[in-house]
Structure formats: structure tokens, C-alpha cells
């Protein structure tokens, strides 16, 4: 496959430095991978804020996207957490609204989806499952233990409960992120995989080019897919967020 | 766990495990490719020495638009979202005020119709009790009338009578005079005669009574 020039479906993935930067004998480059963080940081604040200068009270169209998007998440939190998810609604909504960006600026050509970066969401899934934690301890103190023993349980299961419970627990950071690291890591391999299948049966020429128009049409397919799994990931991230920190304040 | 959860963990245990299945499949093709020489080995993932550099920016870009959101963001929106709520919830109450307000006027001017026609209808007993009571009132009179006449006629009849009668007592004695003069050759006194005639109507009397 050297020979026709095509790159390996993992390539997309690789981190390239923008501009150099070291601290601490770490490197810290400002890299694609950062510049698409700060991509959908600034597209998604940019659009929020400005879908909003007028604050209309009879929305126009971008307003009610941004109101829909702000509703959207604040009936998750109040839904899932109640009344007391109310002080945690805007780091959930930037959770939200940063992951779908990005997740959805990932399905530019060219661009690069730093959610299929198994340490950025591992970051983002741990510093979830920390935080939980913290706010469960300092709302509970050691009664906020009893998360692990199921309500109802048989006397005899109760210590095998408890050992699935604390495993359950300490996996969620590690479920978190793989599900939306893989399903990036799978969707965007995908897209490559074919399209790399339609150049390269296009590169026989004559009458079977036209064989190409069958990874072709799977790939428009698999697009619409992907951007359904862009925008459904980046939900179940933040719900699954929301489940979490209502276990830690509610106690199930 | 919520059932919710354990549902949506069921759906996105297969959606990972087919995930984590292409996955393997990609370092598959990653080690095929660099066989190939075309690909530095393995996932770029797992390229420990880019991560520091991508969690400095995830947490130098997360802190920053984490504050933008909370402090421009969500309470711009919030106010217009609630704004629009307290306006909604004032125009429906002035509205229910309103329709209340209706429904007292038109509660009032139901209960005055219902007065005036009460009113009326006791106009109407009254004028009619009054006419019948005249009525009665002119009827009795009338009866009244009547019965004088008919008592004076009555007397006049009673008197009629008893002079006839005894003008018939006197007839009666001279006749008995004649008759006791002819047959018994009597010669009777007019007050013996009435003697007799009073008797005999006394005894009649007494048969008739007996």
C-alpha cells in the first residue's frame, strides 16, 4: 500500500505539535489535539454567548438553539439529580457542551477529534469520579459507605454485594472513558478504513472503479452514523455524570 | 445503580465491547500498516509522552471555559429563561384575574335579572289578589243586596199568608155558623164558631203533628 501513498486509518489520530512548549521537564506542546480543545471551547462559547446578546424574549432561532441546549441539560440535572444538581448545572453544561463540540468539529475533514484520546477522557471521566466522590464524603461523611451495600439485599449475599458494588465503582472512570475514547476510536477508523477501500479500488481503473461506489456509499451512511454518535455520546457522557453525582448525594 | 442506568449500561456494554472490538481491529491494521513501513507502531493513544501536553491543555481549557460558562453563559440564559417565565406566569394571572373579574359581572347582573323578574312576578300576585279581592268584595255586596230583597219579599209573603189565613179562620166560622144554622138549626154566636174553627184546627194540628 506504500506505493499508492495512503495513510493508515490511525494516522488521523496522531498528535502533532503546533508550537513547542516545555515545563517541569514535561512537554507540553500546544499540539492539534489542544487546538481542537480550544476549538470547540471557543465555537461553543462563541455560539452560545452571541445566540444569546440580545436576549430576546421572544427567542430567534439561534436563541432557542441555545436555549434548547441550555433546557436540554438543565432538565438532565433536574431530572436525574433533583433540586441539589443545581449548583453542579454549570460544570455539567460545560462538560456538555465541550464534548459535543468537539465530538462534532471531529466530523470536519481534516480537523481532529480529541475525544478519540483515551487520556482525555480518562482525565475527564477520573476527575468526574473524584469530584463524585469528594461530594458524596463531605455530604455523607462514613454513612456515604453505604452506597456499596445494596438496600434489600439477602444477609448471607451482603459481603459478595459489596465486593461487586466496589468493583461496579471503581470501574465507572474506566467505563466512562473507554465508551466514548472506543466509540470516537471505532467510528472515525471506520470512516478511514472505507474510504481508504474506495481510493484504493478507484486506483485499479477502467470498469471496476465502479466497485469504489460501494465503500463510497458506506461511507455516507457511516457519516450520518457518526454524527448520531457524536451527539449521543457526548449525552451519555453527561448523564451518565449526572447518575454518578446522584448516587454520591442521595445515597441511591 | 438505577434501573435507567443498568438499561442504558446493557446498550452501551455491547456499543463498547463492538467498539473496543474495532479497536483491537485498528492495532491490528496499525501493525500491518507499519510492516508496511508506512506507520510508527501502535495506537498514537497510547503514545505515553504526548499525554502531559494534552491533559495541560484539556485542564488549562477546561478550567477557562468552565468559568466563561458559569459566569456569562448559563446565568445569560437563565435570566432570559426565567424572565420569560415570571412574564408568562404575570400575564396568565392578570388573565385568570381577568376572567374573574368577568365572571363576577356577569354573576351580578344575573342576580339583579333574577330580582327584577321576582319583583315583577310579585307586582303581578299582588294585582291580581287586589282585583280578586274586589272582586269577592263587589260579589258579596251584591249577595248582600239579594238577600234584603229576598228577605222582604219573604216577609211579605209570611204576611201575605197569615192574613190569608185568617181571613180563611173567619170564612171558616161564618160558614160554620151557616152550616150549624141549616143542619143542627142552631143558632150559633160568632165567638162559639171561632171556638170550634180554632179547636178543630188545633186537633188537625195536633194529627197532623202526631
Known amino acids: 500500500m506504500a506505493s499508492t501513498g495512503m495513510h493508515s486509518p490511525i494516522e488521523q489520530f496522531k498528535i502533532k505539535p503546533i508550537f513547542e512548549l516545555s515545563a517541569g521537564g514535561y512537554d507540553i506542546s500546544f499540539t492539534n489535539s489542544s487546538l481542537f480543545m480550544l476549538l ?8 452560545l454567548a452571541s445566540a444569546m446578546s440580545k436576549r430576546e424574549m421572544v427567542p430567534g432561532r439561534l436563541q432557542c438553539a441555545a436555549e434548547m441546549m441550555y433546557e436540554f441539560v438543565a432538565d438532565l440535572v433536574k431530572s436525574n439529580v433533583g433540586s441539589e444538581g443545581r449548583a453542579y448545572f454549570p460544570f455539567i453544561f460545560t462538560l456538555f457542551v465541550f464534548l459535543l463540540f468537539g465530538n462534532l468539529l471531529g466530523m470536519v475533514p ?5 475525544t478519540s484520546q483515551i487520556i482525555v477522557t480518562f482525565a475527564m471521566a477520573a476527575f468526574v469520579f473524584v469530584g463524585v466522590t469528594i461530594v458524596g464524603l463531605v455530604k455523607h461523611g462514613l454513612h456515604f459507605f453505604t452506597l456499596f451495600v445494596p438496600a434489600g439485599a439477602p444477609k448471607p449475599l451482603i459481603p459478595f454485594l459489596i465486593v461487586i458494588e466496589v468493583i461496579s465503582y471503581f470501574v465507572r472512570p474506566v467505563s466512562l472513558s473507554v465508551r466514548l475514547f472506543a466509540n470516537m476510536l ?3 477508523t471506520m470512516l478511514k478504513v472505507f474510504a481508504g477501500l474506495a481510493v484504493m479500488i478507484s486506483g485499479a481503473g477502467g470498469i471496476a472503479m465502479t466497485g469504489s461506489l460501494l465503500p463510497f456509499a458506506a461511507i ?9 454518535v457524536a451527539a449521543l455520546q457526548a449525552y451519555v457522557f453527561t448523564i451518565l455524570t449526572c447518575m454518578y453525582l446522584n448516587d454520591a448525594l442521595h445515597l441511591h | 445503580m438505577s434501573t435507567i442506568e443498568t438499561e442504558a449500561g446493557k446498550i452501551e456494554a455491547g456499543k463498547t465491547a463492538a467498539a473496543v ?5 485498528v492495532v491490528g491494521i496499525g501493525g500491518i500498516a507499519h510492516a508496511a513501513g508506512d506507520a510508527e507502531p501502535g495506537l498514537p493513544q497510547l503514545k505515553v509522552e504526548t499525554w502531559p501536553s494534552q491533559l495541560f491543555w484539556l485542564a488549562v481549557i477546561f478550567a477557562i471555559g468552565y468559568v466563561f460558562m458559569s459566569r456569562v453563559v448559563t446565568p445569560r440564559i437563565g435570566t432570559v429563561l426565567e ?26 347582573y344575573e342576580a339583579s335579572l333574577e330580582e327584577a323578574r321576582a319583583q315583577a312576578a310579585e307586582f303581578a300576585r299582588n294585582a291580581s289578589a287586589e282585583a280578586l279581592a274586589n272582586a269577592e268584595a263587589s260579589a258579596a255586596r251584591a249577595a248582600k243586596r239579594m238577600a234584603t230583597k229576598v228577605g222582604k219579599a219573604e216577609d211579605k209573603l209570611a204576611e201575605d199568608r197569615a192574613e190569608a189565613e185568617s181571613n180563611l179562620a173567619s170564612v171558616a166560622s161564618e160558614a160554620a155558623i151557616a152550616a150549624a144554622a141549616q143542619v143542627a138549626g142552631v143558632k150559633a154566636t160568632k165567638a162559639q164558631a171561632d171556638k170550634a174553627v180554632k179547636a178543630s184546627a188545633a186537633t188537625l194540628a195536633g194529627q197532623e203533628a202526631g
Open chain 1, 40 to 47: 470547540a471551547m471557543v465555537v461553543g462559547g462563541a455560539f
Open chain 1, 186 to 188: 471505532a467510528g472515525h
Open chain 2, 21 to 25: 472490538f474495532t479497536a483491537s481491529l
Open chain 2, 83 to 108: 424572565e420569560r417565565r415570571s412574564r408568562l406566569d404575570d400575564d396568565l394571572a392578570r388573565a385568570r384575574e381577568a376572567s374573574t373579574e368577568a365572571a363576577t359581572t356577569r354573576a351580578e
Open chain 1, 220 to 228: 455516507i451512511g457511516l457519516t450520518g452514523l457518526e454524527f448520531l
Open chain 1, 110 to 114: 481534516y480537523s481532529y477529534t480529541f
